[in-house]
T-cell receptor, first 110, second 112 residues
């Protein structure tokens, strides 16, 4: 059965304290892995798409990486405005539907 | 234009009311989606339209009725909803099914 697991469920960081969020997946025929950021009461904001193991993408303080079993979202020197829920999702060729993980709630304290 | 818009932002309705949610995108995307999201849960897929035709219905109760009038618009008609249907309803679009999905801001629905 296709499954996406995110850890930790919640993470509290001090401003400037770098860390990583994990997204592990079991899916046959991975088509793409997607990272989203969601602020409370708002729609998810697209961050990155990764397609193959070894691929990396960066945007400001965020860097996403992909292996055959998991993806990491690295946050370097976070700021309070990085506080949000980060969602990971995958698609596989047969269904083309996003399969979401349960998210990581990140809080960055000044 | 690189955004998905949704109206209304908030909606309160009784169990006997009929209302509609609207979604619009002008990115030329051919796939459009409706999701339901409960607090502290990920979005849950309801319907997918591809090239204006219903492609996926995730066994959604018939009190939710989707409509795709044209390639830019997506509606969700609501009738005889239950209090447990209260949630954030999200619309999304992508170039094609399986591609990067871009979400709208959502409609916060409360059923009394």
């Amino acid at each position: 059965e296709d499954q996406v697991t995110q850890s930790p469920e919640a993470l509290r960081l001090q401003e400037g304290e770098s860390s990583s969020l994990n997204c592990s997946y079991t899916v046959s025929g991975l088509r793409g892995l997607f990272w989203y950021r969601q602020d409370p009461g708002k729609g998810p904001e697209f961050l990155f798409t990764l397609y193959s193991a070894g691929e990396e993408k960066e945007k400001e303080r965020l860097k996403a990486t992909l292996t055959k079993k998991e993806s990491f979202l690295h946050i370097t020197a976070p700021k309070p405005e990085d506080s949000a829920t980060y969602l990971c999702a995958v698609t596989r060729g047969a269904t083309n539907k996003l399969i979401f993980g349960t998210g990581t709630l990140l809080a960055v304290q000044p | 234009d690189t955004e998905v818009t949704q109206t209304p932002k908030h909606l309160v309705m009784g169990m006997t009311n009929k209302k509609s949610l609207k979604c619009e995108q002008h990115m030329g995307h051919r796939a459009m989606y409706w999701y339901k999201q409960k607090a502290k849960k990920p979005p849950e897929l309801m319907f997918v339209y591809s090239y204006e035709k219903l492609s996926i219905n995730e066994s959604v109760p018939s009190r939710f009725s989707p409509e795709c009038p044209n390639s830019s618009l997506l509606n969700l008609h609501l009738h005889a909803l239950q209090p447990e249907d209260s949630a954030l309803y999200l619309c999304a679009s992508s170039q094609d099914m399986g591609g990067e999905e871009f979400f709208g801001p959502g409609t916060r629905l409360t059923v009394l």
